[in-house]
């Protein structure tokens, strides 16, 4: 079993990051998703779970449409390196058989 971590920014899971006047930081919304996400990361473990992105890519770059900035380079805090390649690319490659 896996899980891809994602979509915390759809207006139906009650965050109102939306409504402010200027897109939130990448930092604020690490912050706001931090307790969610850590705890699937905690559950899974990295090798098990996989961020999800609209704009796929080799690099595995989650790139946040709903915030401005670059995505916060903790994220996610205290991940290692290999972590962090499972969590962004590693997984999601091997669950989908991408061989990349």
């Not at 919304?29 to 473990?45: D, N, V």
């Not at 903790?74 to 490659?93: I, N, V």
Request: charged fraction near 20%; charge should be positive.
């Amino acid at each position: 079993m896996h899980v891809k971590l994602g979509g915390l920014g759809m207006r139906m899971f009650g965050f109102d990051v939306h409504e402010g006047e200027l897109p939130p930081s990448s930092e604020q919304l690490a912050a706001a998703w931090r307790p969610y996400i850590e705890t699937c990361i905690a559950a899974f473990g990295a090798d098990r779970a996989m961020f999800e992105s609209n704009f796929p890519g080799r690099q595995g770059i989650v790139r946040l449409r709903a915030c401005s900035g670059t995505p916060a380079s903790d994220w996610p805090r205290g991940a290692s390196a290999a972590e962090k390649a499972s969590l962004f690319h590693g997984t999601a490659s091997r669950v989908y058989r991408l061989g990349i």
